[in-house]
């Protein structure tokens, strides 16, 4: 169960950091134009992957105080990172895909919520 609320609050993070290497390799290593799309095929397998990790948890787990309150911080955080992005406020501006994952990964965290607001459904 605590291993489930850890996947629950690092998903997203990890993800957004896969993006950020993704493009600080991309950016600084010179690469070639077949090895930049090969690395973003790849980029998208690794964020599919995780995500997908999220539906293989309990729902017992997503019934729990402690996971909807970790599913209502990612969510304010995720939505604070797209509008930082979106704003051109900070550095993320300049990564590619960051916007569009960042909120995808909100609308992902806001299904997962309304699936831990359920009562008495599985998933």
């Known amino acids: 169960m605590?291993?489930?609320?850890?996947?629950?609050a690092l998903i997203p993070y990890?993800?957004?950091?896969?993006?950020i290497c993704n493009w600080n390799v991309k950016l600084y290593a010179a690469v070639t134009l077949n090895s930049f799309y090969f690395l973003e095929y790849i980029l998208f397998i690794f964020c599919g992957l995780a995500t997908a990790r999220l539906m293989d948890i309990s729902p017992g787990t997503?019934?729990?105080?402690?996971?909807?309150?970790?599913?209502?911080?990612?969510?304010?955080?995720?939505?604070?990172?797209?509008l930082?992005?979106?704003?051109?406020?900070?550095v993320f501006f300049?990564?590619?895909?960051?916007?569009?994952?960042?909120?995808?990964?909100?609308?992902?965290?806001?299904?997962?919520?309304?699936?831990?607001l359920r009562k008495g459904e599985t998933l």
Do not use: C, P
């Not at 105080?65 to 911080?73: G, L, P, Q």
């Open 84 to 90: 930082l992005g979106f704003l051109q406020i900070f």
């Open 94 to 116: 300049d990564v590619r895909y960051f916007y569009q994952i960042s909120f995808l990964l909100f609308g992902y965290y806001l299904y997962l919520l309304v699936v831990s």
């Open 62 to 82: 997503y019934a729990q105080k402690s996971a909807r309150i970790i599913i209502i911080v990612n969510l304010v955080v995720l939505l604070g990172l797209f």
């Open 14 to 19: 990890f993800v957004l950091l896969l993006i």
């Open 2 to 8: 605590k291993a489930d609320l850890v996947r629950i």
